[in-house]
C-alpha cells in the first residue's frame, strides 16, 4: 500500500510540473507574439516618419559680403582723423534676415550700436557710412546679420587712424582777457541759453535757428527754483565724468575721446550742479569737448538763473 502511494505521489508530482512546463511556454510564446508585434509597430512607425536615419540637414548662417568697388572700404586700413569711411554689405541668403546691426569698438572699448536695422528679406544691399574719431587710435566696424533661424553671419575690418594726438585748448580759461561762458536758463529773458559747439558762441533759446543750438538749457517749469539740464537741438549727446578725468590735468584729445567712447552717451544730461564734468560730442564737425561746471547761480526769480561752464577741445579754427 505505501508503494503504491509512493508512486502515486511521484506521477502526480510529474503531472503538475509538465503543466507548469507547458503553462509557461505558452506565457512565454504570448509574451514574444506582444514583442514582435510592438517591434513591427515601432518599425512602421519609424519608416512613416522618414526612419532614424533621417537627420533634419543644419541651416546655414547668413554670409554678410562687404562691396569691393570704388569708394568702399572693405578691409583693414590707415586714414587721416575726421576722414568719412563708407562700408557696404550684400547679403543673398536662402532664409530672410531679420536683423542687420552695425558697431563700432573704438581703441579696444566696447561696441557702440551706429545702426540697427530691423527687416525681413533674403537679400539686403546696404551702405554704412562714418566720421572717424579725430585722434590716433583704431575703429573696427563690424556688421551682424540675424536670420530667421536666429543664424548669425558677422563681417568686418578695422580702420586705423593715423597721425599724433592733438593738444587740448582750454578756450574759456579764467583770466588772460577770457571769460567764461554763461548758458542762463531758458526762461530768462537774457539772450545766452545756447551754445553753439563748432566757434563757442552763446544764443538766445529763442533764436529761430535750431542749428546754432548744440547745447542749451532745457529746465522746466517756471517756478523759482532752478534746477537745470542740458538738451540739445542738433543731435549733440553727453557723457558725465565720474572722476577719471581731471579737467586741469587732462591735455590730450584722446583722452577724452577714449572717455566718451566707453560709456552710454544721452540726448540729455542729467540735473546739473557745480563742478559737474561732461564730455560732449556734437557741432557740424561732430568733435569732442570738456566742459566743466564751475558754477551755478540760481538766486530769486529766475532771470539771473545760469550755469557757469568753461569748455577744453582741439582747435576750432580748423
Not at 44 to 65: F, M, Q, R, W, Y
Not at 115 to 135: A, E, G, L, N, P
Not at 271 to 279: F, Q
Request: with cysteine.
Amino acid at each position: 500500500m505505501i508503494i503504491i502511494l509512493q508512486m502515486y505521489c511521484k506521477v502526480r508530482t510529474n503531472y503538475l510540473t509538465f503543466a507548469a512546463n507547458i503553462n509557461i511556454k505558452r506565457k512565454m510564446k504570448k509574451l514574444t507574439n506582444y514583442v514582435t508585434m510592438f517591434a513591427v509597430a515601432a518599425t512602421l512607425l519609424l519608416s512613416a516618419c522618414g526612419g532614424k536615419d533621417k537627420i533634419e540637414p543644419e541651416k546655414p548662417t547668413p554670409k554678410v559680403n562687404f562691396k569691393t568697388t570704388a569708394g568702399y572700404t572693405f578691409a583693414s586700413a590707415t586714414v587721416a582723423g575726421d576722414s568719412n569711411i563708407k562700408a557696404g554689405i550684400i547679403i543673398n541668403h536662402e532664409y530672410k534676415i531679420k536683423r542687420v546691426l552695425f558697431q563700432i569698438s573704438i581703441s579696444g572699448s566696447s561696441p557702440i550700436t551706429v545702426k540697427d536695422s530691423v527687416m525681413s528679406s533674403k537679400v539686403v544691399d546696404m551702405d554704412f557710412m562714418r566720421q572717424v574719431i579725430t585722434t590716433p587710435g583704431t575703429e573696427v566696424w563690424t556688421i551682424t546679420a540675424t536670420d530667421e533661424n536666429d543664424k548669425v553671419g558677422t563681417a568686418s575690418f578695422t580702420v586705423t587712424i593715423g597721425g599724433a594726438d592733438q593738444i587740448l585748448i582750454d578756450y574759456v580759461a579764467t583770466g588772460a582777457g577770457q571769460q567764461n561762458r554763461k548758458i542762463y536758463r531758458k526762461q530768462s529773458s537774457k539772450p545766452e541759453s545756447a551754445l553753439n559747439l563748432d566757434d563757442l558762441v552763446i544764443y538766445s533759446a529763442a533764436n529761430a535757428d535750431d542749428g546754432v543750438k548744440d547745447v542749451y538749457d532745457n529746465t522746466v517749469g517756471t517756478g523759482d527754483a532752478y534746477v537745470p539740464v542740458w538738451a540739445s537741438k542738433t543731435g549733440t549727446t553727453f557723457v558725465k565724468v565720474t572722476g577719471t578725468l581731471d579737467y586741469s590735468s587732462t591735455v590730450n584729445y584722446s583722452q577724452i575721446v577714449n572717455y566718451f567712447n566707453s560709456k552710454t552717451p544721452t540726448t540729455v544730461s542729467q540735473t546739473i550742479v557745480k563742478d559737474n564734468m561732461y564730455v560732449v560730442k556734437g557741432g557740424v564737425k561732430n568733435r569732442y569737448y570738456l566742459v566743466y561746471v564751475i558754477n551755478v547761480s540760481d538766486v530769486v526769480g529766475f532771470e539771473n538763473d545760469h550755469c557757469e561752464i568753461k569748455v577744453k577741445t582741439i582747435d576750432i579754427t580748423k
